[in-house]
């Protein structure tokens, strides 16, 4: 009769290649060394497998003694570091969507999708049509001349005439198709600086935030004759129904939240001068509060709202996303993970930016640490991010 730790090299392959993720091949190899050593042909796979929750991907490093090709990530489901050989992304800036970077840098104008994890590379049009990328190539940092988000219609990016790529850069916002289009096209028709976009798969819509509140909604899927594509207002948030005093917002994100609604969560910071404690471990700013509105798009009502229920939310330099959180990997319900996405301070911080980083809890407002904030901070031009999984989402 044979046992488990006998079990032959041809079996124990066939078992572990049969993992969808990371985590469960990691502890299938760490069962016992005879698993260990015979499943040879799994070892190399286990980098092309996802996280079975969302993962922190980290700033690149500036120190000398670490390897500059390679990136870490911190995994929400153990608390444990992964590292992967990425040399694409070296000096690059990046942003990311549904798992995918979005990678600018290396050369003029030119952008790239790129998977940390099967390394695969898709080249997007040059960035001609974008008007900040025609001032010194110094000033990127600084909030009118830099990529801020990137929102895709759907995960898949293959070859496929329905696949778009949005972003906003500065005060611009375009789109185009992987593989059909050789330039981007425009998106007009909104007032005052962009904060956020988000694509609402269920709706099939693209819809943006600004600075003053206000809502957009855009067809991003239908053909324009015009060579552009135009947002349409559809709500401004009441300042006065939620006793809300700024004339903006200090930041603003949105969430698809459900088929009728989007979720609006407004961000805001302390700030602190050079002398502060603060200052020394964060850098000029650090995250005071989020707040939660909820929109709906039939009704066109606002509701502020103190729970986010039994769903996780994920803002930062990466497409706001969601998820129904059923448990488990470390990750807590009613609560916001939060990365470092302001640039402007980056420039003055010799170790760069992205110390902000942390976890919101809705029902009492306390802030928790994810990791040490050394950890995250790094090259200011690729500051941390989360990644999506295949996890369920909203």
Not at 332 to 340: P, V
Request: glycine share 8%.
């Amino acid at each position: 009769m044979i046992t488990w730790p006998d079990l032959p090299p041809e079996i124990l392959n066939q078992i572990a290649g049969k993992f969808q993720f990371y985590e469960d091949l990691i502890n299938f190899l760490s069962v016992c060394r005879s698993w260990k050593s015979s499943a040879t042909t799994t070892k190399t796979s286990t980098q092309h497998l996802p996280s079975r929750f969302p993962t922190l991907m980290l700033a690149e490093s500036n120190k000398q003694d670490q390897d500059q090709n390679s990136r870490r990530s911190f995994l929400l489901s153990n608390g444990t570091i992964r590292n992967l050989q990425l040399p694409e992304a070296r000096r690059k800036r990046c942003i990311s969507s549904h798992g995918w970077l979005l990678t600018t840098g290396g050369s003029e104008f030119y952008a790239n999708l790129l998977h940390p994890l099967s390394r695969t590379q898709i080249d997007l049009p040059k960035l001609y049509m974008f008007d900040e990328l025609y001032f010194d190539q110094d000033e990127w940092m600084y909030y009118g001349h830099c990529m801020r988000k990137v929102v895709f219609t759907s995960s898949n990016p293959n070859s496929n005439p329905s696949f778009r790529v949005i972003i906003i850069w500065g005060k611009t916002l375009g789109f185009c198709r992987p593989g059909f289009d050789v330039s981007w096209t425009r998106i007009n028709g909104y007032e005052g600086n962009l904060f956020d976009i988000v694509y609402h798969n269920m709706r099939k819509r693209l819809y943006a935030v600004t600075a003053m509140g206000s809502i957009y909604e855009c067809d991003i899927l239908s053909e324009s004759g015009s060579g552009s594509l135009t947002l349409n207002r559809v709500s401004t948030f009441p300042r006065k129904e939620f006793d809300f005093s700024r004339f903006e917002f200090p930041w603003a994100y949105l969430v698809e939240w459900d088929y009728n609604s989007l979720l609006m969560v407004t961000r805001e910071r302390d700030y602190y001068k050079k002398h502060d404690y603060e200052y020394g471990r964060y850098g000029p700013y650090r995250t005071k509060k989020f707040e939660c509105f909820v929109f709906g798009l039939d009704d066109g009502k606002w509701s502020k709202v103190t729970s986010l229920g039994d769903k996780t939310v994920f803002l930062g330099f990466n497409s706001s996303f969601a998820i129904i959180n059923n448990g488990g990997g470390g990750m807590k319900r009613d609560c916001i993970y939060f990365t470092d996405d302001v640039y402007e301070p980056y420039r003055d911080l010799p170790d760069g930016g992205g110390g902000d980083v942390g976890v919101y809890r809705m029902s009492d407002g306390g802030i928790e640490a994810i990791l040490d904030s050394e950890e995250s901070l790094g090259f200011r031009g690729s500051p941390p991010l989360w990644l999506q999984t295949s996890i369920k989402e909203i």
